[in-house]
Nanobody, 126 residues
Framework: VQLQASGGGLVQVGGSLRLSCAAV???????????VSWYRQAPGKQRELVAD???????NYADSVKGRFTISRDDAKNTVALQMNSLKPEDTAVYLC??????????????????WGQGTQVTVSS
């Protein structure tokens, strides 16, 4: 299973971006996402949890993004989105998604694992 993150870019203060994290498995396999998280890492800073969503749709947000960011999931498409509004310069970072999942292969193999996406750059200019 690979996680493909997309949607980053350059935006002005107060603007919006929508990040997407898609889980892609081998042909013939089925994926069941459990907890999916978005993290971010700015230069010189530690990686921090931005938001996560569990299989029941319960969400958790960092205090710094509450009221501005919304995480959502589409289990039919194995994707999780992070809608980011009212962006600030301090939101500038590489955003990474991480997912705990079950993978069901066509040969009956079941794997529980955690994967990370490749990261997508978000830059907010003032």
């Amino acid at each position: 299973v690979q996680l493909q993150a997309s949607g980053g870019g350059l935006v002005q203060v107060g603007g919006s971006l929508r990040l997407s994290c898609a889980a892609v498995g081998a042909a013939g396999s089925r994926i069941r996402l459990n907890i999916v998280s978005w993290y971010r890492q700015a230069p010189g800073k530690q990686r921090e949890l931005v938001a996560d969503i569990n299989k029941d749709g319960n969400t958790n947000y960092a205090d710094s993004v509450k009221g501005r960011f919304t995480i959502s999931r589409d289990d039919a498409k194995n994707t999780v989105a992070l809608q980011m509004n009212s962006l600030k310069p301090e939101d500038t970072a590489v955003y990474l998604c991480s997912a705990d999942f079950w993978s069901f292969s066509s040969d009956g193999t079941i794997v529980a694992a955690r994967e990370w996406g490749q990261g997508t750059q978000v830059t907010v200019s003032s």
